[in-house]
């Protein structure tokens, strides 16, 4: 079976681990800390029966030769439809993924075995710079040049993340588009976005040395997970989905500020407004269709009002702690703060509704 490997058996270095045993790799995780470690399998277990009991846990074959040759998986996977999936089916496919989960005590241990890593640890820069460190070092020594290492980082470049490493390319060097022996090139960032296990969009971050072919690999991965791969394409901070979630945080705030609307009118003008549709179609697909010829048509129409409006936006403004406050009240008002956990799950159920109506387009 072929392996892979998981640095760090938090939140979403459990996720990961739910992905790709039920993506048929065997994974093996790495977890630093002695009491986090006891956790990582109860947790890994509540994520896969949460998705099982809701239908939408789709546990392929185990991979025996290279998964870039994905036809004999296609259409294997083991989903039922609603009257065949009892609770022992349910618990069958659970415990098919926990059977392909182990702990490994050592780094070593997993450099050698595995040929990518996905790495999930605290997102603080000198840990990961360390981290990285440590890996170069186990790759150099057990000769394993091949090895991908994805980082799950929100904020950090690549770039900065191997920065301490031996074999960080020097900016007047040149190098080989495809040198699969330098470990900074094998490095790449792939951002989740919580809850990993349900949102499908991942972010892959390069840096400019990235070898392409270890993009490509990541990106053949994430497919056969199930996963929709989003490339950026340059190293800019907040990736692409954080740069378009700030933009409207910054207006909601705004129009809060400015006395325009409600907190909870902002935000019905989202969930029960722009939304609905975003879970399908983004911004572009959206003026796409709304004038009769096309995004040409829609912009003729109405992109004077798009630049009026946008020129009074400035997304710099800075938060004042009043509006803050009033922000927070209001949340608090809908979700009083021991109604948490339920607002939890009320999220994942929700997620998991549209989830499953897409799955019927
Ligand atoms: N939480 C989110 O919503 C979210 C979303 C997307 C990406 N991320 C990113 O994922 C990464 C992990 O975040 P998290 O929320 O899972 O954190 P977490 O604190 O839940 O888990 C981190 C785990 O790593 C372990 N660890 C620390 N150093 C280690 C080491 N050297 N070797 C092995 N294990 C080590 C810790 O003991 C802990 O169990 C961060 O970079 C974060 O930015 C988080």
Redesign the pocket.
């Known amino acids: 079976m072929i392996s892979l490997g998981i640095?760090?058996?938090?939140?979403?270095?459990s996720s990961w681990a739910m992905i790709f045993s039920s993506a048929g790799f065997r994974v093996l995780v790495?977890?630093?800390?002695e009491a986090?470690r006891g956790q990582v399998l109860d947790r890994i277990t509540t994520k896969l029966s949460t998705s099982a009991s809701n239908g939408v846990l789709e546990v392929q074959e185990e991979r025996t030769t290279s998964f870039f040759d994905n036809h004999h998986h296609h259409g294997h996977h083991d989903r039922k439809s609603l009257s065949e999936n009892t609770a022992e089916h349910q618990q069958e496919q659970v415990n098919k993924c926990l059977k392909r989960i182990s702990l490994v005590s050592s780094?070593s241990e997993l450099v050698s075995q595995t040929f990518y890593i996905q790495e999930?640890?605290?997102?603080r820069l000198e840990?990961?710079q360390a981290?990285f460190k440590q890996i170069e070092e186990q790759v150099t020594s057990l000769g394993k040049h091949h090895l991908i290492i994805g980082?799950?980082?929100?904020?950090l470049a690549i770039s900065s993340l191997v920065a301490q490493c031996a074999s960080f390319p020097s900016a007047n060097k040149e190098h080989d588009s495809d040198d699969e022996t330098n470990f900074s090139r094998q490095c790449i960032v792939v951002?989740?976005?919580?809850p990993?296990e349900l949102i499908p969009a991942v972010e892959l971050i390069p840096a400019p040395f990235t070898n392409r072919a270890a993009l490509r690999m990541v990106q053949r991965l994430l497919i056969v997970s199930k996963k929709k791969p989003i490339l950026v394409k340059k190293e800019v901070d907040g990736f692409v989905v954080n740069r378009l979630q700030y933009a409207i945080l910054s207006e909601a705030y705004r129009l809060v500020h400015d006395g325009v609307a409600s907190p909870e009118d902002v935000d019905s003008a989202i969930c029960d407004g722009l939304g609905l549709r975003w879970a399908f179609m983004g911004p572009f697909k959206t003026i796409h269709l709304n004038a009769p010829e096309g995004v040409t048509d829609y912009c003729e129409r109405y992109i004077g009002a798009v630049e009026r409006i946008t020129q009074t936006q400035d997304n710099s403004i800075h938060w004042d702690p009043a509006t803050i406050q009033t922000i927070h009240q209001s949340m608090d008002h809908q979700i009083p703060p021991d109604q948490r956990t339920n607002a939890y799950q009320w999220r994942d159920q929700n997620l998991l509704g549209i989830i499953k109506a897409k799955q019927t387009q």
């Open positions: 640095i760090g058996g938090g939140l979403i270095g790495f977890e630093a800390d986090a780094l999930c640890i605290p997102e840990l990961k981290l980082s799950s980082t929100s904020t951002h989740p976005i919580n990993p």
